[in-house]
Structures are given as structure tokens and as C-alpha cells.
């Protein structure tokens, strides 16, 4: 349809004979969001080009938009062209940060290529096929405006204005190409265009490096999700040379600008060039020492062992390579090292100067413990920045550390004590934290009576439990322990079976001596625990079995068994549960998800704010942590044993019981009942983590199912490519040493898929948050969570016994964890305990426009009102006095699985509470 016929003279301009101007309009039907119509002009121009020039002059005559080159074609003759119009963009990106102001050089260099007209280009990919090429229709490149500003040590995040010329025959832009010619990479955290009241938006989040580093330009994706099968025909090809750019072709050393994901075994945790006692065996990839893979990085091997990879030095431990995306922000790096400085000083150099006035590495009483949150602990001088300036910028140290005179570091006082310094000795408290402390995950229903070894008797002997119903019949409120386990009353945390086979090796060493541990408990009538037997297990020895006591020998005896059994404890619980389930397992998950999914497509959506961060925690605990003499092997009682212990757990680990009521029911703390809620009843009603969790739980499976029904149905799951293509891959390369088990999920229905992602997002965030963020309010007081047993029950009638009977205190301290011990796991857990300051918590996300899709986000923030209603609820469940696991005698009350920490202004720190997205430190 003719709408008009502009005869050009009403503009001013004196055409040669009979030059018309006749334009139609027709709106773009493209379902995505559009930027404008399409706008046809149809000109009919005189045999003599020259009549028509003066048209370019008037472009802004037509609502801002502009003539594109090719309209003054030189041809004659009556043709049809489209008109150009103009995009504003507008970007968001963060150049090289005040921790890297050692590069000042490059920044002058970048600032310079401005200067010459070599900046930073975007080219938009539009949504038509470009004929020739088959590909979409590229745009011209356009290039950021005023990069150059003054330079700041807090330089952060910055807008720039970016206008792009675009021809609406060329579609919709849907992808963007950015070529960085600077010396210098920056953060590109997003790009927004916007067109007469539409927009389109790019969440980027990467880091884009200079060009010469690239074979081809950084591409990036719209905010508009597509499975494989759906992509437009434009983009196929570039989602496939995308992942197959970050595969990496598995060769050679791997450098800071690199951008591979790739696959290790755990090869790279001993030093045997630097010390022969610093070797450490391979984890994964054989039958005896299992173990999830990690992030390759491709280092020379060690001279002294061909298996093992080369480390780099202590002081550049920030050094190790992951994936440029996956490296801490600038607000997390610089909480890490404000506190991680302080905290593992006297790690990097053990000369610390003792405040203590008796034996300088014992604690000689429990008045010596408390002085670290009154007193402090004194730490190094000038002499250790010194060490550590050529690895950290000096600006840095200097705001944490300060120069004259050595800092004294105050432990914040863990929650256990504050309202009651002797609680922790209670039955009751020692009970409790099973269910409500940081390892709620290893307590089981007790089925059978006397409880029953699975080792091998042709290897180990007769591992029968020696406790006998006499035992344990005087604490059961008149039952018979036929009743009580008939009324599932009966309970067990039970480390007997893992340790044994490791306790001649463990007790060989220097630093330990510790049993195996079996402790039975008993649910009373008012819904609490309490311990009725604990069982001190050595090979080839008759066990020990101590019942409660409170006074004279008997009395310490006790406490000195729940040493032991805390000591157990808090070995599985740093190794296991929070190590092995949490970081470890979810790595293999990040690699394949970088791998096989584009960023495009709606699994990998859903799932990347739940991987932020883990691949660097766990490359810096490679480093620094579980690593070969690192922290955790001088601060666990397993010591060099540590990892190997991990790997032969890891033996038993099944995905499809990772998730949270499978691993109730596995441990007999539940029982199926539709009846229920969540289709369980707890066989412990008041379990504040189970109780907590299901709700937790219930609602992230939800959020899955109501997100997967948006894409999925079972068909579309069986014949997503990319999607198989990771499953596939986390079974047989990242989990491959299990990969020959027969509980995988197959893949190829929806509530696979929903039980799949559920599982990995409740690992990521609700289970590392229960059994990470309150490490420091119990285990910040050493007494009530020993980390090491330095020696055995004293024989009755030595003098050791003697010191037990006449001053058991001095007995328990000579123990347990000595100071340096002490002091180094504490230090350890106050880091770890920590939420970063820019912390993203379940049901939020760092952006509002990671998706344009109005059905998703209203699901998820459905999602996110249903996690502030269970916050209401477990709050109210904390004050009800008839719940009594919920603070016990600490009055602790149990906040691990609150999903927000929105009570804290500053949004960060030891709150004890709060639900991260993902395993972020």
C-alpha cells in the first residue's frame, strides 16, 4: 500500500525532472524483540545520478535515521532499497582493577591505541542470512566512545555510549562479535541496545582479551534462550565454533588468556622435587583411588615422580590457571585476601610469636584458648611483606597489613560460647550438633543391635561392635534395646568402617593418634539425642567402650571419648561432606556445562550462577589447602592421609542419592508417606537440617520443573543434542571412574532432567551452605570440635592416668589439637565461614536481564517469594521453645538454611546464615 507521495521540492531540494520519493512501511513479525519496522523505499531516480545527491543531505529529516551507503546507487533506472537507521548501545564493562595496577604500562598502551584509532569494535550479527555466506548479516564495526578516563586505583565498572549503523534488512541483532585491540583485557559485563522504546539485551560476564591472543572475534549471545533444535539457522554455526573455541584441543600449558575447559586427574597435589615425604599418590582414574576430575592446567610434570604434575611456588599460589571467566571478581579477591592474608600468615611463615606464657606451643589451660578472642594472636613484622610483595600488590598489604610493628589478628568469638562458655561439655549439646551443626549428614538410623563391620574379617578380623545391651539399657528409659530399635529410637554415627583400614598409617604419624568411632545415641520423649555409647576402635585390639559419666575419672574418660568421636567428625565433615560433596563433585559439572552447553541454551542459564566461582576455590585449595604439608593435612588428624581418605569414600558415592531425600532415605531418617509434605516423615521430627532442607529442596525442584516446562517435553530431552552431549560427558569423563554404574540417570525424560538439575543446585548452594558458613561457630572453639588426637586414652594406673583423674582439663588439652593445630584450622575456617560482600543468594540474580523470556522470570520470582516464606517459617520454627534441637544448651540457633542474609546491612561476613548460589568459596 502507498502511504504517500513526497514530492521532494516541499523539502528544499530542486530535483531534476520528476524525482518522487514513495515509501511503504511494514512491521516486522519477528517474534523476538525487534528493534523498529522495516521501512521499504521505493525511489525512481533519472538517468543522471547527479539529480539525486542532494537526498543524503536530509536523513534527519526522517526520525533520526540515516541513509545507508548503498541507497545512492549510481545505477539508472527505478530499484528498491531499505532504509538505514542508527542503534544506541550501551555497555557496561570493568577495565583491568586496582590489583592489577602493576600493569599501568599496558593501561597507557590501551590508552594510547584510542588515541590512533585502534580501540575496542562491536559488530552485530543480524538475524537474516547473508546469502553469500550462509551466516548472519554482519554490521558494520562500531567502537566505543571516551575509553580514555582517569585512571583510579578503585576503578570499577563503567558505561560507555556505542552507536551502531543497522539495516533492518539485515533482522534482528542477535549476536555481537567484539574485537579488542588494546594491550589490555577487559570485563565486558553486558551490552544493552535500544531502538524507539525496544531493546535488546547481551549478558556477557567475561573477560575479553586482546586480540592477538583470539584467532577469531569474542562472540556473545542474546539474552533470548534456544535449544539446539530451535537456533536460528544464523547462529548454528557460531554456537558450535564457540564451544568448540572453549574445548581446547587438550595440549600444552595453559595460560592466563586462555579460555579451555578441560579435564585432570588430582595429579598435582604432592611436591616430590621438593621433598621426598611431599609425594602424594594420583586421585582418579583407577579403581583404588577414585576420585571426581578437575580443571587441567597442564603443567610440566615433577622430575621425582612422572605422575605427578608440577607445582607452582607458594607465594604465587594466585597464580593457578582456570578459566579466565571463572576467576574471582575484584570485590571477592579482595575479601579473600583481606582476610585470607591475616588469617594464614602464620602458614606462610610459621616463626609467630607465641602469647602464651607456659609451653609456646600448648594451650595450658582453657583461659589460654579464649586470650585469641580477647588478646589476639601477634603477627609477623616488616619480614613478611617482604615475602609476599612480589606476588601481591604492595597497595594491597599495606590496606590490610599494616607496616610498623606487626598486627595483632583478634578471632571473633565463635557463636558456641557466647551465651554459655561451658555448654559444649553437655551430652545434649554434643548430640545436637549431629542433626543442627555443620555435619548433619552422617548420622543414621541404628537397624540392627550389636551394630555389624562390612570390612572384610579375612583382612581386618572380627570388627563386631563390642558395645552390649547392658551397655547402653541404663540410659533407655526402660526400654530394651529390642524396643527401642523396634520404635526406631536408636541411632548411630558410625566412622568405624572408613577409618579402620587407614588407623596403623594415621597413628604412624607424628602428629596423631586417634580411634575409630562408633557412638550410639538414644531419641528421648522430648525429641532430643542423647549419646548412650561410644565405642574407641584400634585394629588388632579390643575396643574400648566408655558410657556417660559426669564426675571423677569416669567423668573425664567421657569427655575424652567425645573428643574423639568430635575428632572423627571433623575430619569427614572438612574431607567429605563439604570437600568431596560439594566442591569437588561440582566441578566435573562446571567443565561439561562450558564444554557441550552454549551459553544460549536454558540449562546452561539455569545452572551458571550455581558454578560462580568453584573452579577457582578449588584450584586455590589445590594450592594452598589440600595440597601436600598445606593447611588441611597440619590441621586434620588424617594428615598426608587426608585426600587418599577422601578417594576411597568416593568408592561409595552415587549422584542419584546426592540429592537430599534419597539421602535421607539411605540413612533411615526418613521414611517414604504421601501423607507428608514432601512425601517423607522423619523418623526425628525436630532434624532442623532435614526439616529446613525439605523445604528447601521442595522449592528448588519446583523452580526446575516450572522452568524445564517452558523448553522441555520428553521427546525435545531425548534429542537435545548439547544436552546429551553433557550428561554424557560428566559420566564418562568428569565422574568417569563411575562411569560403568548402573544408577545413572538415562536422560530421557523431564523429571530426569528435573531430578538432575535439582540435585546439582541443592549441592551448589543449599547443602555447601549448611555445611560450610557456621564451620567457625562451633569449630572456632577448638574443645567443642577437635580437629587432631595427639594421644590415647591413658592406661589406668600410669601417670598419665593420674593427670586425668587429679587435673582432667590439663589431660583434655594435652589431647587434642595443640595451638599451632589449633590456630591454623581456625584461621582456615574464619575464611571459609565468610560471605564475599557481593554475594548472590538463592532466588536472586547479579543481573536482572539474564533472560527476556517474561514466563521464566515470572516463575522465578515465584521461586523467590516461596524462599522468603520458608525464611518466615524457619524463623518462626527457631523461637518455639517446644523445638528443642533448634538451639540447644549453646542457644545456637539454627540459621544455616536461611536463604538470605538480608537482617545484615553490609551483606557479607560471619552472619551464620545466608544461601549462596553456588560453592563460592
Not at 521501512?39 to 536530509?58: D, E, R, T
Not at 574431607?575 to 552454549?598: G, K, V
Not at 552415587?654 to 526418613?670: H, S, T, W
Amino acid at each position: 500500500m502507498v502511504d504517500s507521495i513526497i514530492d521532494i521540492a516541499k523539502f528544499g531540494v530542486t530535483p531534476r525532472k520528476g524525482i518522487k520519493l514513495v515509501f511503504f512501511t511494514k512491521l516486522n513479525l519477528n517474534t523476538n524483540r525487534g528493534l523498529s519496522p522495516n521501512i521499504n523505499i521505493n525511489f525512481a531516480f533519472p538517468s543522471h545520478p547527479s539529480s539525486y545527491q542532494p537526498l543524503c543531505q536530509y536523513h534527519d529529516l526522517f526520525k533520526g535515521l540515516f541513509w545507508h551507503s548503498n541507497v545512492l546507487n549510481s545505477l539508472p533506472g527505478e530499484r528498491s532499497f531499505r532504509m538505514g537507521y542508527k542503534i544506541k548501545g550501551h555497555i557496561v564493562l570493568q577495565k583491568k582493577n586496582f590489583l592489577d595496577f602493576q600493569d599501568l604500562p599496558a593501561s597507557i598502551a590501551d590508552d594510547l591505541s584510542e588515541l590512533v584509532g585502534k580501540g575496542v569494535s562491536i559488530r552485530l550479527v543480524g538475524s537474516n542470512v547473508d546469502l553469500k555466506s550462509g551466516s548472519g548479516i554482519l554490521g558494520e564495526p562500531a567502537f566505543l566512545k571516551n575509553w580514555i578516563s582517569i585512571h583510579g586505583l578503585l576503578a570499577g565498572e563503567k558505561a560507555y555510549a556505542i552507536d551502531f549503523n543497522w539495516d533492518s534488512h539485515f533482522g534482528n541483532p542477535v549476536a555481537i562479535l567484539v574485537k579488542n585491540s588494546h594491550h589490555s583485557e577487559f570485563y565486558l559485563k553486558s551490552l544493552t541496545l535500544q531502538h524507539e522504546g525496544n531493546s535488546v539485551h547481551f549478558e556477557c560476564n567475561s573477560w575479553v582479551y586482546p586480540a592477538s591472543k583470539y584467532t577469531a572475534e569474542r562472540v556473545f549471545f542474546s539474552n533470548q534462550s534456544y535449544l539446539p533444535v530451535h537456533t536460528p539457522p544464523v547462529l548454528v554455526n557460531l554456537r558450535k565454533q564457540e564451544l568448540e573455541s572453549l574445548r581446547g584441543n587438550g595440549m600444552g600449558k595453559r595460560e592466563e588468556s586462555d579460555r579451555i575447559y578441560d579435564y585432570d586427574v588430582y595429579n598435582d597435589l604432592g611436591d616430590p622435587d621438593k621433598n621426598e615425604e611431599l609425594s602424594r599418590p594420583v586421585l582418579g582414574g583407577s579403581q583404588k583411588l577414585p576420585y571426581p576430575r578437575r580443571c587441567r592446567t597442564g603443567r610440566p610434570h615433577t622430575k621425582a615422580d612422572p605422575a605427578t604434575e608440577g607445582r607452582l611456588p607458594l607465594l604465587k599460589f594466585l597464580d593457578i590457571y582456570v578459566p579466565r571467566d571463572e576467576r574471582f571478581g575484584q570485590i571477592k579477591l579482595s575479601d579473600f585476601l583481606a582476610y585470607g592474608l591475616k588469617s594464614i600468615v602464620q602458614f606462610l611463615v610459621p616463626q609467630v610469636t607465641s602469647v602464651f606464657d607456659s609451653t609456646p606451643n600448648e594451650f595450658d589451660s582453657f583461659e589460654d584458648i579464649m586470650k585469641l578472642y580477647s588478646d589476639g594472636l601477634k603477627l609477623p613484622e616488616n619480614h613478611f611483606l617482604e615475602a609476599v610483595k612480589d606476588f601481591i600488590p604492595l597497595e594491597l598489604i599495606k590496606q590490610f597489613l599494616k607496616t610498623e610493628g606487626g598486627e595483632v589478628h583478634k578471632y571473633p568469638i565463635p557463636q558456641v560460647i557466647v551465651a554459655d562458655q561451658h555448654a559444649w561439655r553437655k551430652d545434649e549439646e554434643f548430640a545436637r550438633e549431629m542433626i543442627s551443626g555443620v555435619n548433619p549428614e552422617c548420622i543414621e538410623l541404628l537397624k540392627s543391635f550389636p551394630p555389624k563391620s562390612k570390612l572384610d574379617p579375612k583382612e581386618y578380623g572380627d570388627q563386631l561392635s563390642s558395645i552390649t545391651a547392658a551397655d547402653i539399657e541404663k540410659n533407655l528409659d526402660g526400654f530394651t534395646v529390642t524396643q527401642a530399635l523396634q520404635k526406631n529410637k536408636l541411632f548411630i554415627l558410625d566412622y568405624h568402617d572408613l577409618l579402620m583400614p587407614y588407623l596403623d598409617r594415621i597413628n604412624g604419624l607424628e602428629t596423631t593418634k586417634t580411634y575409630a568411632t562408633r557412638t550410639i545415641l538414644y531419641l528421648k520423649e522430648d525429641g532430643t539425642l542423647k549419646p548412650v555409647a561410644i565405642e574407641l576402635s584400634l585394629p588388632r585390639s579390643v575396643s574400648k567402650v566408655f558410657t556417660p559419666a559426669e564426675e571423677g575419672a569416669q567423668g573425664a574418660l567421657w569427655q575424652l571419648a567425645k573428643a574423639y568421636v568430635a575428632v572423627n567428625d571433623s575430619g569427614v565433615h572438612e574431607l567429605i561432606t563439604h570437600w568431596l560433596r560439594t566442591h569437588a563433585a561440582t566441578e566435573p559439572y562446571i567443565i561439561a556445562a562450558n564444554r557441550q552447553l552454549s551459553a544460549m541454551h536454558p540449562v546452561y542459564r539455569l545452572l551458571s550462577p550455581h558454578f560462580l566461582d568453584t573452579m577457582n576455590i578449588n584450584a586455590l585449595a589445590r594450592q594452598i589447602l589440600i595440597n601436600a604439608g598445606g593447611l588441611l593435612e597440619q590441621s586434620v588428624f588424617s594428615g598426608k592421609y587426608s585426600m587418599e581418605l577422601s578417594a576411597v569414600v568416593y568408592k561409595d558415592w552415587r549422584f542419584d542419592q546426592e540429592g537430599l531425600p534419597a539421602d535421607l532415605l539411605k540413612r533411615g531418617m526418613a521414611v517414604k508417606d504421601d501423607s507428608m509434605p514432601h512425601g517423607l516423615k522423619l523418623l526425628i521430627e525436630d532434624y532442623p537440617f532435614a526439616v529446613d532442607g525439605l523445604e528447601i529442596w521442595s522449592a528448588i525442584e519446583t523452580w526446575v520443573g516450572d522452568y524445564l516446562s517452558i523448553y522441555y517435553n520428553d521427546e525435545l530431552v531425548k534429542t537435545d543434542t548439547e544436552l546429551q552431549a553433557w550428561w554424557h560427558e560428566i559420566r564418562y569423563v568428569g565422574h568417569g571412574d563411575k562411569k560403568d554404574e548402573s544408577w545413572w540417570y538415562k536422560m530421557e525424560t523431564v523429571a530426569e532432567l528435573q531430578k538432575t538439575l535439582t540435585t546439582i543446585i541443592w549441592l551448589a548452594s543449599a547443602l555447601h551452605a549448611a555445611t560450610n558458613f557456621g564451620q567457625f561457630a562451633y569449630s572456632g572453639y577448638m574443645p567443642n570440635r577437635p580437629a587432631v588426637s595427639r594421644r590415647l586414652i591413658p592406661q589406668e594406673g600410669s601417670q598419665d592416668f593420674t593427670e586425668l583423674v587429679n587435673s582432667p582439663d590439663t589431660a583434655f588439652l594435652k589431647t587434642v589439637s595443640n595451638r599451632y593445630q589449633a590456630t591454623t584450622g581456625m584461621s582456615v575456617i574464619e575464611i571459609l565461614s565468610r560471605h564475599s560482600t557481593d554475594e548472590v543468594y538463592l532466588g536472586q540474580r547479579s543481573s536482572q536481564g539474564w533472560t527476556n523470556d517474561e514466563r521464566v522470570l515470572k516463575q522465578f520470582q515465584k521461586f523467590g517469594s516461596t524462599l522468603v516464606d520458608i525464611e518466615k517459617k524457619i524463623s518462626e520454627r527457631n523461637e518455639d521453645t517446644m523445638l528443642k534441637n533448634r538451639r540447644g544448651p549453646a542457644q545456637v540457633a539454627y540459621t544455616l538454611l536461611y536463604p538470605s542474609t538480608s537482617d545484615f546491612s553490609h551483606g557479607g561476613g560471619m552472619t551464620g546464615r545466608g544461601i549462596p548460589n553456588s560453592v563460592s568459596i
